[in-house]
């Protein structure tokens, strides 16, 4: 088995539904774990719920 990826190496990576496509998997989530197990980062994984409402301007300043 390899080892992990280093969190500086992993891409960042940000989900979206296209019917929902403001609101996010933050962590905790199927989708955030999805995304790790899969060696990336969810940009929202600092979010303070489950499924965050998502600003453009925050997809902007973290650059997925």
């Known amino acids: 088995?390899?080892?992990?990826?280093?969190?500086?190496?992993r891409p960042s990576i940000y989900y979206f539904?296209?019917?929902s496509p403001d609101w996010s998997s933050g962590p905790g989530t199927h989708v955030d774990e999805?995304?790790?197990l899969a060696?990336?980062?969810n940009i929202l994984d600092d979010a303070g719920t489950a499924w965050?409402?998502?600003a453009v301007e925050v997809l902007v300043a973290r650059q997925p």
Do not use: Q
């Open 34 to 36: 999805m995304i790790r």
């Open 52 to 54: 965050p409402h998502v």
């Open 1 to 9: 088995m390899s080892a992990p990826i280093p969190e500086s190496g």
């Open 17 to 19: 539904d296209p019917a």
């Open 39 to 41: 060696g990336g980062r």
